[in-house]
């Protein structure tokens, strides 16, 4: 089946940049998106969704960018904090069912 | 709002036993469940949905008769690993759709389990 994939497997970001966390798809019908944070030994926890009808949509320091044309999803942090280290995955899909990509890890260095 | 959660949250079996892990949606009616597995370093597999009152559907290559599934009501779904064995030892998350007004999956925090 189609699925989801991340373009880095590891980012590592100085405390108080920017992170930018990418993924490109291959469902072209999918018209669901979904950033998900998971740290270790936890469930993945919702950060900010998009749906295809949207290019762009705002959360408290987080910002998700999605490109129809190439396929690609992106995820924005504002000034990054020690707690947002932790794995990232997207997710595409319908509301009912997600394929999700293989998962970056951001690291905060201090 | 939207909690979901499992019990246990971890448990260590001898091989062959059978082990149950309970997923609730604690302040919402799930219309669908869905289980997912998850190995070290890797990302979730969807192992099969689940919906209340009807059997669920198991994704290609997962053995429905070694992973039972029963969702009994709108706030419970229970996975069933039979007769597991040290390769079924893993990372089991569930997560529960909402259907109107909530219109997303929503996870529990997940069972470990390791299979002795």
């Known amino acids: 089946g189609e699925s989801v994939g991340l373009h880095l497997p590891t980012l590592s970001v100085q405390e108080g940049d920017n992170s930018i966390i990418n993924c490109a798809y291959s469902n072209s019908a999918s018209d669901y998106f979904i950033w998900y944070k998971q740290e270790s030994g936890k469930g993945p926890q919702f950060i900010i969704d998009?749906?295809?009808?949207?290019d762009k949509r705002q959360g408290q320091r987080v910002t998700v960018l999605l490109n129809k044309t190439v396929k690609h999803l992106s995820l924005q942090i504002a000034a990054t904090q020690p707690g947002d280290s932790a794995v990232y995955f997207c997710a595409e899909g319908d509301d009912y069912k997600l394929s999700f990509g293989a998962g970056t890890t951001v690291t905060v260095r201090a | 709002g939207a909690v979901v959660s499992q019990h246990p949250s971890w448990v260590i079996c001898k091989s062959g036993t059978s082990v149950k892990i309970e997923c609730r949606s604690l302040d919402f009616q799930a219309t669908t469940m869905f289980w997912y597995r998850q190995f070290p370093k890797q990302s979730l597999m969807l192992m099969a949905t689940?919906?209340?009152?009807?059997?669920?559907?198991?994704e290609q290559g997962v053995e429905k008769d070694k992973f039972l599934i029963n969702h009994a009501s709108l706030t419970l779904s229970t996975l069933t690993v039979t007769s597991a064995h040290p390769e079924d030892s893993s990372f089991y998350i569930c997560?529960?759709?909402?259907?109107?007004?909530?219109?997303?999956?929503?996870f529990g925090p997940g069972t470990r389990l390791l299979v002795l």
């Open positions: 689940s919906n209340e009152g009807s059997k669920a559907t198991y």
């Open positions: 998009i749906r295809s009808n949207m």
């Open positions: 997560s529960a759709y909402g259907g109107l007004g909530r219109e997303t999956q929503y």
